[in-house]
Structures are given as structure tokens and as C-alpha cells.
T-cell receptor, first 112, second 111 residues
Framework: DTGVSQDPRHKITKRGQNVTFRCDPI?????LYWYRQTLGQGPEFLTY????????KSRLLSDRFSAERPKGSFSTLEIQRTEQGDSAMYLC??????????FGSGTQLSVL | AQRVTQPEKLLSVFKGAPVELKCNYS??????LFWYVQYSRQRLQLLLR??SRESIKGFTADLNKGETSFHLKKPFAQEEDSAMYYC?????????????FGKGTLLTVNP
């Protein structure tokens, strides 16, 4: 499967712990996006990279959240001091400029 | 602020019946509108975008700027159309990364 790959598929953690998710985009795509989806809602935009540059961050991305894309390839999304409200599906997508987004399968986070 | 409203959480039709999934939006400029679909146990994927003006899997959607709507239609539903459908909006002009999604409509096509 040469699509967008996300790891892990599921993560269960205790409140207050730090978690990190990884996204490997389609190799020729220079744009990478993170979205979050909670139960009964559509995906919500979190942040966007063009190559290694993080060009926009949503207000949803509090100080506890940080995303990186070193070398413009894979990306990581870290959540520090997790809270129960962080429980959600975290989706990564990638694309060429102005072309359609390809989504990964997501990482389902459960904070106990 | 941009907003997408999908008034129906659930929609159930019989095979061969017409189907229409409603989408209304709020945006001050010239938006780009999309329909995304997620089949059971599959990834979210683009179904169609209004600027392409194409029909995908028999589905069409017309942007009505007067009514600020982008309803998805298919004249004869098939069982394999059962899925979650999301309407989405972006600001256009190359900013199609920042999609605003509706809450989705779960379509069930009964045999």
C-alpha cells in the first residue's frame, strides 16, 4: 500500500502522559495536513506543512500540541500532558499543491 | 466564519431509489466545495469537487450560490453506496488544505 501511513493505529494512554503519532505521506507529496475527528463530528483542521515548513496552525492546536516535519518527509504530532478531551481520531493527509488530499487510516487516541 | 451544515445524520433508501444528501454552507467569499466519502473500514476519500463538474460513481453535485447549497444526488442508489458522506468547504485560491467539514450523513441503501 503506497498510501498515507499512520502509526500507531490505536493508542491508549493515561491522563497526563505524553503521546506521539507518526505520519508517512505519499512520497511525492510536499503538502501534509493533520486533522482531528471526534465522535459524531467531521474532521477538523489542525495544521499544515509545505515541505518542512509549518504554514498554518488552528486555534484548536493548544500549547500542548506540537507537530514537526523534519526534512519535509514524515511528520510527528505530539500531545503533552494528555487530557480526556484529547480522545479522538487523528488523521493525516497529504497532497501535491492544489490537488486532492489523500487521507491515512488515522490514529485513534483514548485518554483514560 | 465558514460553516458546513448537513441536516441529516442518517438517510435510508431502497436500492434503485433516488438519493439526495443535503449540504448547506456559509462563507463570505468564493468557496470550493467537496464531497468526501468513507466506506466501512476504509479511509476518507474524495468523491467529487464542484470545480471538476464531473460525475463520479453516478453521483453529481451542483453548487448553488444563491441557496448556498451543494447537494449530492444520485438517480438510482446501489447497495455499495452505503457509506458516510461528508460535505466540505475550503476558501479556494489554493487553500484547499484547510477544509471545513460537515458532521456527515450516514447513507444506508437497503436491498
Amino acid at each position: 500500500d503506497t498510501g498515507v501511513s499512520q502509526d500507531p493505529r490505536h493508542k491508549i494512554t493515561k491522563r497526563g502522559q505524553n503521546v506521539t503519532f507518526r505520519c508517512d505521506p505519499i512520497s511525492e507529496h510536499n503538502r501534509l495536513y493533520w486533522y482531528r475527528q471526534t465522535l459524531g463530528q467531521g474532521p477538523e483542521f489542525l495544521t499544515y506543512f509545505q515541505n518542512e515548513a509549518q504554514l498554518e496552525k488552528s486555534r484548536l492546536l493548544s500549547d500542548r500540541f506540537s507537530a514537526e516535519r523534519p526534512k519535509g518527509s514524515f511528520s510527528t504530532l505530539e500531545i503533552q500532558r494528555t487530557e480526556q478531551g484529547d480522545s479522538a481520531m487523528y488523521l493525516c493527509a497529504s497532497s501535491r499543491p492544489n490537488e486532492k488530499l489523500f487521507f491515512g487510516s488515522g490514529t485513534q487516541l483514548s485518554v483514560l | 466564519a465558514q460553516r458546513v451544515t448537513q441536516p441529516e445524520k442518517l438517510l435510508s433508501v431502497f436500492k434503485g431509489a433516488p438519493v439526495e444528501l443535503k449540504c448547506n454552507y456559509s462563507y463570505s467569499g468564493s468557496p470550493e466545495l467537496f464531497w468526501y466519502v468513507q466506506y466501512s473500514r476504509q479511509r476518507l476519500q474524495l468523491l467529487l469537487r464542484h470545480i471538476s463538474r464531473e460525475s463520479i460513481k453516478g453521483f453529481t453535485a451542483d453548487l448553488n450560490k444563491g441557496e448556498t447549497s451543494f447537494h449530492l444526488k444520485k438517480p438510482f442508489a446501489q447497495e455499495e453506496d452505503s457509506a458516510m458522506y461528508y460535505c466540505a468547504l475550503s476558501g479556494g485560491g489554493g487553500s484547499n488544505y484547510k477544509l471545513t467539514f460537515g458532521k456527515g450523513t450516514l447513507l444506508t441503501v437497503n436491498p
